[in-house]
């Protein structure tokens, strides 16, 4: 079982950043790979982007390529997503999940999620 935590949202102006994070519990987070999903009011749940187990491997969704970046930290059990250049319609939902095998943009192959953090972006 993995338990995962996200905190870091919060209320930021368009052309701002925020930084997300999201703990994890459990001794093998370092085998998982580990997505950022968000949903906003009356839409799925989409793909932001992922990570390997190693960090090696980023994977985005063309809508924040270049405004988003993925990272982790396997001593802390933690990955990360800072955002940049953050514009109203990236106002959702975030959630980080994580997966027992490969990459994947499907958020039905995730195994495990957190509860997730609100992000609002002011015009």
Same mark, same amino acid.
């Given at each position: +079982?993995?338990?995962?935590?996200?905190?870091?949202?919060?209320?930021? +102006? $368009?052309?701002?950043?925020?930084?997300?994070?999201?703990?994890?519990?459990? *001794?093998?987070?370092?085998? #998982? %790979?580990? &997505? !950022? %999903?968000?949903? $906003?009011?009356?839409?799925?749940?989409?793909?932001?982007?992922?990570?390997? !187990? @190693? &960090?090696?491997?980023? #994977? #985005?969704?063309?809508?924040?390529?270049?405004?988003?970046?993925?990272?982790?930290? /396997?001593?802390? /059990?933690?990955?990360?997503?800072?955002? /940049? @250049?953050? +514009?109203?319609?990236?106002? $959702?939902? #975030?959630?980080?999940?994580?997966?027992? *095998?490969?990459?994947? *943009?499907?958020?039905?192959?995730?195994?495990? !999620?957190?509860?997730?953090? +609100?992000?609002?972006? @002011?015009?």
């Amino acid at each position: +079982q993995v338990q995962l935590v996200e905190s870091g949202g919060g209320l930021v +102006q $368009a052309g701002g950043s925020l930084g997300l994070s999201c703990a994890a519990s459990g *001794r093998t987070f370092s085998s #998982y %790979f580990m &997505g !950022w %999903f968000r949903q $906003a009011p009356g839409k799925e749940r989409e793909f932001v982007a992922g990570i390997s !187990w @190693s &960090g090696s491997l980023t #994977y #985005y969704a063309d809508f924040v390529k270049g405004r988003f970046t993925i990272s982790r930290d /396997n001593v802390k /059990n933690t990955v990360f997503l800072q955002m /940049n @250049s953050l +514009q109203p319609d990236d106002t $959702a939902g #975030y959630y980080c999940a994580a997966r027992t *095998r490969g990459a994947s *943009r499907r958020e039905y192959e995730y195994d495990y !999620w957190g509860q997730g953090t +609100q992000v609002t972006v @002011s015009s």
